[in-house]
């Protein structure tokens, strides 16, 4: 029942008369609804939308991302690099759908192309629905797993548990031979990533030297935008997302390790914690001196996709200071003789891997590698926005307003040619962007969209937080946004969102770390697991704000437990 105690006009003066819910609720409402009908080459019958479910925009780009930042994210992932990835790895080609859409500037990943992106490509079409609409069900009645639905909600993977899950999970849905197909599917992608994983990191290997060979030559700063963009597609976010679906496929046999009780979750937690990735690189090279530091890190940057964010080289005495604070060397990690047995057991059954120590390096190869190429295809991007900067400077265009552009209006210069003033066009493009970005910034959406309806009646359905590590901790809460970064930060440090970028924050003394967003195989919680460091990722809205109110806390991570300290 609805009790109505005291309704009252408010009289306010309207900022922008153009954001009227009124009007623009159900326009977007309609457009939802439309979105949600049956696909003539789509399984499931409707879709829902969300911020979190794959490539985690809302944690890499924000909620509200300037155009440029959107543009870029969706050039070199969203519109059809996502989609290559998995096709090459064994899943249905979804070539054809762009993963991400925007309402009003806020950047959602339709669930339904998400999901089909996982279904092996050789299982029929009757399994391909019952699946599909099996997952949509599953979703909308758990909204709260938006940020870890490959966890939670899909099989996008073979590991030791996942027969007996499909067992129970498809009890009644499925038949015997259907489940038989699927499993057998699942073993098959394993295969595939074992063996994709090398042509991968030949990939990466390969954009070092294109990088070099186009920032180094006489090209006009359009062309070389466009080059490194191309090359950033083909040589850098390509095999990224396949070096990432390997290191998905490793968390998968190591969570199912912990599940079948061969390992603890301490022990999973310790062997991840020995497996050295370029972070750990990269505090130990803090005693380097800043050229030395800069010309290997300096391309970094707090939100990847913003120009208008420093990088570690424009911006290296704010983001490190004086703090050389070296982390502990990964320690060594051994299985004993009994864990290896039943690993082997696993191994002999399935007949995916050769042998224990095939499985073992595959999982540490993949953990260590996804974020070495991530680390290097964010150079094209550092390159990108130095081209772009350089650009705008010679048309007096600032570096705040080439923000506003959209990157495909910069790739156009380099391959039309009209007698149109085209710095004129762009000009006024940024302008218009500008309005809209800002007009937009103040219309609030869900994070999660199952009908149009959830844009009227907003419910925060906070996702089930990723607790990170098995510490405890009492400290005192810092906002970023209000702390000093010139000095060690003695305290548990709350973000809204984290990329790469935000790893100089591990050099200076955090005592933890709280997300608004991001999920159990997001970058900050690999981070945290690497390290050790007691974390809270992906809170979620309203969690977030409360603990932001609050001075101090207490995080119990074995016991997933928070308790304000008054």
């Not at 007996?164 to 992608?189: A, C, R, V, W, Y």
Request: proline letters at 3%.
């Amino acid at each position: 029942k609805i009790f109505v105690l005291q309704v009252r006009k408010l009289v306010i003066k309207r900022k922008n008369n153009n954001i009227d819910p009124k009007i623009l609720f159900p326009k977007l409402e309609k457009k939802i609804n439309k979105l949600k009908q049956k696909h003539y080459s789509l399984f499931g019958d409707t879709t829902f939308f969300g911020v979190m479910p794959d490539w985690n925009p809302a944690e890499i780009i924000g909620i509200k991302p300037r155009p440029l930042a959107l543009s870029l994210y969706q050039e070199l992932i969203t519109n059809h690099i996502w989609a290559q990835h998995r096709k090459i790895y064994g899943y249905k080609d979804l070539s054809q759908f762009h993963l991400m859409t925007t309402f009003y500037g806020t950047p959602f990943v339709d669930v339904r192309i998400d999901f089909n992106s996982w279904l092996p490509n050789n299982i029929p079409n009757i399994l391909s629905n019952k699946l599909i609409n099996f997952y949509l069900k599953n979703f909308k009645q758990k909204k709260y797993f938006h940020d870890k639905v490959e966890f939670e909600i899909l099989f996008t993977c073979f590991a030791l548990n996942t027969e007996k899950k499909i067992n129970d999970k498809f009890k009644n849905i499925l038949t015997k031979n259907e489940k038989k197909i699927f499993i057998q599917s699942l073993k098959e992608i394993n295969l595939k990533a074992k063996r994709q994983m090398s042509n991968d990191l030949l990939l990466v290997s390969n954009l070092i030297k294109n990088q070099n060979n186009i920032q180094n030559s006489s090209l006009y700063y359009i062309d070389k935008i466009y080059w490194l963009i191309e090359d950033c597609k083909k040589l850098g976010t390509l095999p990224f997302a396949g070096l990432a679906r390997c290191a998905f496929i490793a968390t998968e046999i190591l969570n199912s390790f912990v599940d079948e009780k061969i390992i603890s979750n301490n022990e999973k937690l310790e062997f991840l914690a020995s497996i050295k990735t370029i972070t750990t690189e990269m505090n130990e090279d803090l005693n380097l001196n800043k050229i030395e530091f800069t010309k290997k890190y300096g391309h970094l940057r707090p939100g990847t996709y913003e120009i208008t964010s420093p990088n570690y080289k424009q911006n290296y005495n704010q983001y490190f200071g004086n703090s050389k604070n070296k982390v502990k060397s990964n320690k060594r990690f051994t299985f004993n003789k009994k864990q290896k047995e039943k690993i082997n057991k696993f191994i002999k059954k399935t007949k995916i891997y050769d042998n224990f120590d095939e499985l073992i390096n595959f999982i540490k190869k993949s953990i260590k590698y996804r974020e070495y190429s991530k680390f290097i295809f964010t150079k094209s991007i550092d390159l990108v926005f130095e081209n772009i900067e350089k650009f705008g400077k010679k048309f007096n265009i600032s570096k705040e307003e080439m923000s506003f552009v959209n990157l495909n209006s910069i790739m156009e210069l380099y391959f039309n040619y009209s007698n149109f003033k085209p710095i004129e066009k762009i000009k006024k493009e940024i302008s218009l962007n500008k309005k809209e970005y800002l007009a937009n910034k103040n219309i609030n959406l869900p994070d999660v969209i199952t009908h149009g309806k959830d844009l009227f009646i907003q419910i925060v359905n906070d996702p089930k937080i990723n607790f990170i590590s098995n510490k405890n901790i009492s400290s005192k809460i810092l906002d970023y946004k209000k702390i000093n970064l010139n000095s060690n930060i003695n305290g548990i440090v709350c973000i809204e969102n984290a990329d790469p970028g935000y790893d100089f924050l591990f050099s200076k003394n955090i005592k933890g770390l709280i997300t608004k967003y991001g999920g159990q195989n997001s970058h900050m919680a690999i981070r945290c697991a690497e390290l050790n460091l007691p974390a809270l990722i992906g809170v979620g809205e309203k969690v977030y704000n409360k603990i932001i109110e609050k001075k101090f806390i207490k995080i119990d991570c074995s016991l997933k437990k928070i308790d304000f300290i008054s």
